[in-house]
């Protein structure tokens, strides 16, 4: 991490509605290259709402700045975004049956990267980073998402964190529905995106992830704001005395 | 996926690489229209027995009787007009078995549709049929010193009488429909094949069908048997010029599968718009037989096909996969029957369609069970995807089940692009027309894994082509 | 195009609908409508067997011997009385309203059951289902004797079901008008029963939903033995409205149904819920139609049919999703359960989609008792006559769990009474 560095994701102002309802009601971010942040907070604050309306869900409706690398990325369609080096790490992967996790793959590797990608090389890759993350060869013909069950859906997000090597990455509630050991893998798969510069920001309702993933800086998310923003040892305060005591009405005017 | 696709391979279109006609310049042409002098003509060109023009000459009688269906895209049907077709063309004086002997537009015809090529890549035999006629014949050496026959269906008439006329129209009689009452009266061209028994025919045998003249009828006859034990795959691929009139494409096929044999049959479908695709297509499995239908509709403006496998002999097993893609204007009416006459036969039918813009595609299909067929099992199962708010599916599945014993299932499906996937695909960078490509070609992988590469390749081509200009 | 010439059918008289309406005492508008559907039959044709609907059972079945206008009037069914579990009541037989009887809170909330012939609602009849419909549909709009209207005002639930008595004599043309004002929640049930040998029924019903009103419609076909009868009943459900149609089929030699409904309003819902037990000889034919008009419409449907003997059960139904009909969803599941070697089941489970903001799917099966399920049973001290009664109540009950409890009750008896008949 690199202090002078100027951040690689930046959003300011941001409010979001689904529908009539404001469910972010104004968030503001700078997250360096390398430099690990967590939102934490408790269901239904509207953690996953942001994730998904930074990464541009047309069901959200997001106002405010987003910014990737001083670029104002904020009304760019998602594929886009991508190109431009963001990744979100989906909650609950979306199933694409007779779509290879190969063929997928090596499609979102050449437009993320603009050029095709020899097949041997994008193989060799492919391969080698599975093993990194534990994974059966075979699961490269299987069909994206198909039948997986949720601990397989989050190895191959990560997967695909450490293949298309994002400037950022949002990882939305990746830490949910695993073991231990899938946890450790997916840990490993952060650790490693993060040591390689990218820029990222979890989502996460436990405590538990960061047992493994060391963040920077940890940001409470409550009721569709930042309450408070700390360093790590406000998770582990979190864990011990839960949420209650950062209501809004106790924190008071922020 | 056989192909990763990405925008820039999406080019070309129909017309320049399927949708250019040749002058027509023809050896022998019969007057428009249809009647008792037209089908003496035919027949009397291709010297056949007194038995084959008897039997042509009843098949057009049972077609002036019979009325047109009243069920299916009625309104399209009624459009054909059988007075301005003309039934029976021949470019060339006689079939050639080299390349360079065929004449030089019929060849330059093959050539862009890249046919010798494929011959010579990966086929047994091949045969590539031109208006009525069977312009270009060829097969492997080894096939004929196994005693394999693949001769078009004139030849296959005049030098084994004996085999068709014991099988022709058992399958699929004249009076079936108003559409093989006509192919059984002005056919010509299409296979005979017959596969002796025991005997393993490993590499596909293929026919290419080419329609060039504008307001003709292409009624090829094909016939194919495999005798005890044996086993064929057989592939045929469609094209035509894009006229303004139509044309009318009405085969017969009639398969016959003998104990223990087991018969592919293999369609690429991509007929110009301008075609009226109606054709009957039946097979007959006898004990432990298997015989599949794999179906691929694209092209065409009116497909009526129900590929068909009447399950006659204990344990034999019928499967129909299909896809089909009705982009704007396309109405594909297909589907698939299953007859179970005997006990402890199984069928599968998979049916996948596609429409776009305004584009219809129907399932329409037949399950049978015979009362005495204990032990039967059959499964359907179809899946829509529509794209657009004008696109249109139907499904009308049809169960007679006149037994007890037996595990009969139907389900069917319909969806469109969900945005969920398009949202996680343009996540990873694709852009809005590629991630929809790449759901359809998932849609409709089941089929695709089930074809020679080289059909994959070039369906996927085609699947990308009909996508594009989709977005929105 | 030349189209199948349809089947030449014998002239059918309908000499007496003038004086018809007359003794029954309605007014001009009626005897109007009543014209107007003869003038439909003459020349009679009946519908092309090719098309779907008419494929298994034959539309001259149901042709009544003579003219049905001068139908004489038949018998009277047993005395039958309001219950406290009945808000209402009304017994039609011997071709009229015979017993009407409205509990003290149905009457308190404005709740009318009244002779359909007198009603003065010409201007709501046919609306739902006119007598273009079908042949059968504008022989009962010409000739219908005995019908009753059941209007339930705005606003108002009832707590019990309102039950309508249907008794069949020689020849009965029932009529059932029933109008659901906007946001009320009620149950009717309309149950057939009486008939013999060679008695006809050709009935129609009608259900109008009213803005966000919660209608459960129940058609229970109880006929004896003999019966031979076709029955229409479709509801028209406006934006927010719910309906629930169930439909249990038992009795008749030959009995053809045609349920459905239109989902005419957003955000209109429907389910249809059917059982039907066949034995003997007995044919079935049952059509249903869900028609999705309106955008975020939903509807769902599963209908079940056991059959023993050498019964025969054809079962075509339709779901029709329309252009506007965006954002609609719509299931559809039959299944098919047969007991004998002589049994015989047909299913054309059918989808129109023509949007394709939709979710829709159906599914359809035919198969004979799970010998798995019966060898556990057996395991468990069952005989086998038994086993299969209890697999085939459990068959039919996971459908007719989801129904109103006091319709539920009732079937689930004549599903029990039927079975230990068999």
């Known amino acids: 991490m690199n202090e002078n560095a100027r951040p690689v994701f930046s959003c300011n102002g941001v409010h979001v509605r689904i529908g009539e309802k404001e469910v972010v009601k104004g968030v503001d971010l700078a997250v360096l290259p390398g430099e690990v942040h967590a939102i934490m907070g408790p269901n239904g604050s509207g953690k996953s709402t942001l994730a998904n309306s930074l990464m541009g869900h047309p069901a959200y409706a997001l106002t405010g700045t987003v910014e990737l690398g001083g670029e104002d990325v904020t009304a760019l369609p998602p594929d886009e975004k991508a190109r431009r080096g963001m990744f979100l790490a989906f909650q609950y992967p979306v199933a694409v049956p007779g779509v290879t996790v190969a063929s997928f793959l090596r499609a979102a590797v050449s437009a993320v990267r603009g050029a095709d990608v020899p097949v041997r090389e994008f193989r060799k890759e492919l391969l080698a980073r599975m093993e990194d993350l534990e994974m059966d060869p075979g699961f490269a013909g299987r069909y994206l998402n198909d039948g997986f069950s949720g601990g397989e859906k989050k190895r191959v997000e990560i997967l695909q964190l450490l293949m298309l090597k994002p400037r950022f990455a949002l990882l939305d509630e990746t830490d949910s529905g695993l073991d231990i050991d899938a946890l450790k893998v997916v840990a490993k798969g952060i650790n490693a995106a993060a040591s390689n510069d990218t820029g990222m920001l979890l989502v996460t309702h436990y405590q538990r992830l960061l047992n493994y993933v060391h963040p920077h800086v940890v940001h409470v998310f409550m009721d569709g704001r930042i309450v408070r923003s700390g360093g790590p040892e406000l998770a582990l305060e979190l864990e011990e005395r839960g949420y209650d005591w950062l209501e809004p009405a106790a924190v008071g005017g922020v | 996926m056989a192909s990763t696709p990405t925008v820039a391979d999406i080019g070309s279109d129909y017309n320049r690489r399927y949708g250019f006609h040749d002058p027509e310049e023809y050896f022998m042409r019969t007057p428009k229209g249809l009647s008792h002098e037209v089908v003496e003509a035919i027949s009397l060109l291709k010297k056949e027995p007194e038995w084959m023009r008897v039997f042509r000459h009843k098949a057009l009688d049972i077609f002036l009787a019979k009325p047109m269906p009243t069920w299916g895209d009625t309104e399209r049907l009624s459009s054909i007009d059988f007075d301005d077709i003309t039934y029976y063309v021949r470019a060339t004086e006689k079939q050639e078995k080299s390349w360079e002997d065929v004449p030089e537009n019929v060849k330059r015809t093959f050539d862009r549709l890249g046919i010798p090529e494929a011959e010579r890549k990966f086929l047994a035999g091949v045969s590539a049929q031109y208006e009525s006629e069977v312009v270009y014949h060829s097969v492997k050496e080894e096939l004929t010193k196994q005693g394999v026959i693949f001769l078009d269906m004139d030849s296959g008439l005049r030098e084994h009488e004996e085999i068709v006329r014991r099988y022709f129209g058992t399958v699929i009689p004249s009076a079936d429909n108003k559409f093989a009452a006509l192919n059984s009266a002005v056919w010509s061209g299409g296979s005979f094949i017959y596969v002796p028994k025991n005997t393993e025919v490993a590499i596909p045998l293929q026919a290419y069908f080419r329609i060039n003249a504008e307001r003709m009828g292409q009624f090829e006859r094909t016939l194919i048997i495999a005798d005890e034990g044996a086993k064929v795959h057989y592939i045929e691929g469609c094209t035509a010029p894009v006229y303004s009139s139509s044309s009318l494409h009405s085969a017969v096929v009639e398969l016959i599968a003998m104990k223990g044999a087991r018969i592919r049959y293999t369609t690429i479908q991509n007929w110009s718009n301008n075609i009226f695709n109606l054709v009957t297509k039946r097979a007959v499995a006898n004990e432990d037989a298997v015989v599949e239908w794999v179906d691929g509709n694209i092209g065409s403006g009116l497909t009526m096909k129900y590929p068909a496998v009447i399950l006659k002999g204990e344990r034999a097993h019928g499967e129909v996969l299909s896809i089909a893609f009705a982009g704007p204007g396309q109405h594909q009416d297909a589907g698939a029957k299953m007859i179970h006459l005997a006990p402890h036969t199984t069928s599968k039918i998979t049916s996948k369609s596609i429409s776009k813009g305004t584009g219809r595609s129907s399932y329409r299909g037949l399950v049978k069970i015979r009362n005495g067929a204990h032990g039967c099992k059959t499964s359907v199962q179809c899946d829509a995807l529509l794209i657009g708010d004008a696109a249109r599916t139907d499904t009308y599945p049809t169960m007679e089940i006149d037994e007890d014993q037996v595990s009969v299932e139907h389900e069917a499906r319909v969806s469109k692009i969900g945005d969920e996937q398009l949202f996680y695909l343009r996540s990873r960078g694709l852009k809005d027309d590629q991630a929809r490509l790449m759901i359809v070609n998932g849609f409709i992988e089941p089929f695709v894994k089930e074809l020679p590469m080289e059909y994959a390749v070039e369906l996927n081509r085609l699947i990308e082509l009909e996508m594009e200009g989709s977005v929105g | ?422």
């Not at chain 3, 659901?180 to 049930?189: N, P, R």
Request: with cysteine; glycine share 10%; proline share 5%.
């Open chain 3, 1 to 422: 195009m030349a189209s199948r010439p349809a089947v030449a059918a014998p002239e059918l008289a309908l000499d007496h609908v003038a004086a018809l309406s007359r003794a029954a005492g309605e007014d001009a508008a009626l005897l109007a409508i009543r014209e107007r559907a003869r003038a439909l039959l003459t020349p009679l044709t009946l519908p092309d067997r090719a098309r779907h609907l008419w494929r298994y059972t034959s539309p001259a079945t149901f042709l009544p011997d003579g003219d049905p206008s001068a139908a004489a009037p038949g018998d009277v069914g047993p005395a039958w009385r309001l219950d406290e579990s009945l808000s209402a009541a009304a017994l039609l037989g011997g071709g009229g309203l015979r017993v009407i009887e409205i509990g003290a809170d149905a009457r308190a909330a404005g709740v009318v059951i009244e002779d359909l012939h007198r009603a003065g609602v010409a201007d709501l009849l046919g609306r739902v289902v006119p007598a273009g419909h079908g042949f059968l549909e504008a022989i009962n709009t010409a000739a219908w004797r005995g019908g009753v209207l059941v209007r339930v005002p705005a606003g108002v639930t009832l707590e019990h079901p309102i039950r309508l008595r249907l008794v069949a004599g020689a020849l009965s043309l029932p009529r059932v008008l029933v109008l659901a004002g906007e946001g009320s929640s009620f149950e009717v049930i309309e149950g057939h029963v009486g008939g013999g040998a060679a008695a006809r029924v050709i009935g129609v019903t009608e259900v109008v939903a009213e803005a966000n009103a919660n209608v459960r419609y129940g058609l229970v076909q109880r006929w004896e033995a003999g019966v031979i009868g076709h029955l229409t009943a479709r509801a028209r459900v406006a934006a927010g409205a719910h309906a629930q149609l169930s439909l249990a089929s038992f009795g008749g030699a030959e009995f053809k149904a045609d349920v459905g409904a239109v989902l005419a309003g957003e955000g209109a819902a429907v389910e249809t819920f059917g059982v039907a037990m066949g034995g003997d000889a007995q044919r079935f034919d049952h059509h249903t139609e869900h028609i999705h008009e309106a955008p975020r419409t939903t509807s769902n449907l599963d209908f079940k049919v056991a059959l023993t003997g050498a019964a025969r059960s054809a079962y075509t139904g339709m779901i029709r999703i329309a252009p506007g009909a965006a954002g609609s969803e719509a299931y559809q599941e039959n299944r098919n359960l047969l007991l004998s070697g002589h049994a015989r089941a047909e299913s054309i489970p059918e989808l129109e989609i023509l949007t394709d903001d939709v979710r829709c799917s159906h599914g359809a099966t035919v198969s004979p008792i799970d010998p798995e399920q019966l060898f556990y049973l057996a395991s468990r001290g069952l005989a086998p006559m038994q086993a299969a009664r209890v697999i085939v109540y459990g068959f039919l009950d996971q459908t007719l769990g989801r129904l109103p409890q006091t319709t539920r009750e009732r079937i689930q008896a004549l599903v029990a009474a039927r079975l230990h008949t068999e």
